[in-house]
């Protein structure tokens, strides 16, 4: 591998362009008075997959769009390596999400504010979330217009979805048009990151800042280490097209290559745990056992539904010309299963008795296939998709090897801790009966799976064992906080060292009680923010 010329010099070097990265290089630009570069280990987003929502079935998969890790064997999971998609293009998860915005719970953020975490209660990030929005409802003091990110209700209404929350209503789940307003609980359609009928990913923040000049993209390249000058990052090294470059930063390097990545990187740079990076042969830049660890995930499990009649998306996909008549309504009116993707509804409710706020969330799909993003079944078919919020169980991400190229080992321990597998017996038990209410009885006709036979609570145990899947939420790897063990402190930045900071969902102390996307983008805007503050 050749080196590189001498490194070019900017003022901001931003490491990963996902849901935070491409907010945070571009707030950073946005006064056209510092030089930022933004580097990508993935392609430009030009796929069609990436801009046609229901592509998710493609990008899933994909082999340059997506990392394609896999955990290591789950110890409550029947010894199973999960499959574990995350974004590899501009746009990062973003571009390959189910494109559900969910901000989560006002409670989330004043608890970790109150872990000592100062400037992030909900009062404290909530004009972030505004600040990047453009919602299709317009302005008001809990939604914004003009932002970057484009947010739009579901174009029109599906019968199932709409049988699903009259059955809810019968078991005393209020309707909610808006799980991003004044509460969260209850049952209603969400919305989507997506306008017109097209995707809204995180790169839409690049567009504006690429044109003053001062921000450089550089997509292909995937950093190998953090280059510091004594103990202050002064850089980055990178591997672009076989040939290994540099980069030098004059005031800091800002890490969000995500939950998986940005504790990868730290330590093969020689931060984090002291004995675990000389076993590998790395030389300890920063003794900082805690990254890596705090590992947090939502645990999915899918009840899949025979449905009584051709109104699924899986009869749309099944013939040609249901293929043809999606596309013809997409086409000349950006609307139906191509414009929705996968999830058109969502339930947020308490399950546990001890609950004092919603602790599962439900996606309803009108399609179902043996796996997310596999091909539907050749039948009538729905899903039920239920995760606990708050898991108590924790795991750890960490590098095998000095190699860079090595992905890291992932360790969830999924239904480790004992309340997880509570919820989950109770969200199950919960799924039933809202299936079996009589709104949805004359549409379910019978349960695919798990299947009724499996009953008991070590059955159904056993099946979340046997089925459960990431929902593709992982948060917390570089945990913000005061205490020790924190990676980052409430201005995000890295503990030991200077001129290095986290803007991620891995800074998450806890995870937040919904879809991660926004709430990566909201740390985007407000890490942007508190740079600026600093160097001012």
Request: aromatic share 6%.
């Amino acid at each position: 591998m050749r080196r590189s010329d001498p490194s070019p010099q900017y003022d901001y070097i931003v490491v990963g362009a996902g849901s935070a990265g491409c907010a945070v290089a571009a707030r950073l630009a946005e006064s056209g008075r510092h030089r930022v570069l933004l580097l990508e280990a993935g392609p430009v987003d030009r796929s069609p997959w990436i801009h046609l929502p229901i592509g998710y079935a493609r990008t899933m998969f994909h082999p340059v769009l997506n990392w394609g890790f896999h955990t290591e064997p789950e110890p409550h999971m029947s010894q199973r390596r999960i499959y574990w998609p995350r974004g590899r293009c501009l746009g990062g998860s973003s571009s390959i999400n189910g494109l559900i915005y969910i901000r989560g719970q006002a409670e989330d953020y004043d608890g970790w504010a109150a872990q000592g975490n100062d400037g992030w209660a909900w009062r404290d990030v909530l004009r972030y979330f505004v600040r990047a929005e453009d919602n299709g409802r317009g302005a008001s003091p809990l939604h914004g217009a003009g932002g970057p990110l484009h947010v739009s209700d579901i174009g029109a209404r599906h019968e199932l979805m709409d049988a699903i929350i009259a059955g809810a209503g019968e078991l005393g789940v209020p309707r909610n048009d808006d799980f991003n307003g004044a509460a969260q609980e209850g049952v209603g359609y969400y919305q989507l990151t997506a306008r017109n009928g097209l995707r809204s990913s995180a790169a839409g923040y690049l567009k504006a800042a690429r044109r003053r000049g001062n921000l450089s993209v550089v997509t292909g390249a995937q950093a190998t280490r953090i280059l510091f000058s004594g103990q202050r990052a002064s850089g980055i090294r990178y591997i672009q097209g076989g040939r290994e470059r540099t980069a030098a930063c004059a005031r800091e390097l800002i890490l969000s290559a995500g939950a998986v990545q940005s504790p990868q990187l730290l330590e093969l740079s020689g931060i984090g745990d002291a004995a675990r990076l000389a076993r590998l042969g790395i030389p300890v830049t920063h003794h900082l056992p805690g990254v890596g660890e705090n590992l947090q995930d939502h645990l999915q499990l899918r009840l899949m539904y025979r449905v009584a009649r051709p109104i699924t998306t899986n009869d749309d996909l099944r013939t040609l010309a249901g293929r043809l008549r999606i596309g013809l309504q997409w086409l000349f009116r950006r609307s139906g299963p191509l414009a929705v993707g996968i999830n058109q509804g969502g339930l947020f409710a308490r399950v546990l008795p001890e609950a004092a706020r919603p602790d599962v969330q439900f996606h309803f799909g009108t399609v179902s296939a043996d796996q997310a993003g596999a091909r539907p079944h050749a039948w009538s078919g729905c899903t039920f998709s239920v995760c606990q919020l708050r898991p108590e169980s924790r795991g750890e991400v960490h590098v095998r090897s000095a190699d860079p190229t090595a992905p890291p080992a992932i360790r969830p321990r999924y239904l480790a801790a004992e309340r997880d597998r509570r919820t989950a017996l109770a969200a199950l038990r919960f799924a039933r009966q809202l299936a079996d209410t009589a709104a949805l009885r004359p549409y379910l006709v019978d349960e695919y799976r798990p299947g009724r036979d499996v009953a008991s609570d070590d059955a159904l145990l056993q099946f979340a064992r046997d089925h459960g899947a990431t929902i593709f939420h992982p948060v917390g790897t570089c945990r913000m906080g005061r205490d020790a063990d924190a990676v980052v402190d409430a201005r995000l930045r890295v503990r030991g060292v200077a001129g290095l900071r986290v803007a991620d969902a891995s800074i998450m102390p806890d995870i937040v009680s919904g879809n991660t996307n926004a709430p990566a983008i909201m740390i985007g805007e407000k890490a942007a923010d508190m740079i600026l503050e600093d160097a001012a």
